[in-house]
């Protein structure tokens, strides 16, 4: 949620700017593109962070193994 919320306020800044909206003409468009682009973007990093995870924990689970 908290990933969310931080996306949310960057897409927020730079929909205010006017670097998201350039094109785009509807305000509802705009609200839908923020709410979208908060959702999807928050979400790209997470096969990462679970090749880390998975990479660390069984890094761990062999050192514990070997004590």
Same mark, same amino acid.
């Given at each position: 949620?908290?990933? *969310? ?7 927020? @800044?730079?929909?205010?700017?006017? #670097?998201?909206? &350039? ?12 709410? *979208? ?7 790209? @990093?997470?096969?990462?962070?679970? #090749?880390?995870? &998975? ?13």
């Amino acid at each position: 949620a908290i990933g *969310v919320l931080v996306q949310f306020g960057w897409e927020t @800044g730079l929909l205010l700017g006017g #670097i998201r909206s &350039a094109l785009i003409e509807s305000g509802e468009q705009k609200i839908l593109t923020l709410v *979208v682009n908060s959702l999807l973007e928050t979400n790209l @990093g997470m096969p990462y962070v679970y #090749i880390i995870f &998975a990479a660390l924990t069984a890094r761990f689970m062999i050192k514990t193994a070997m004590s």
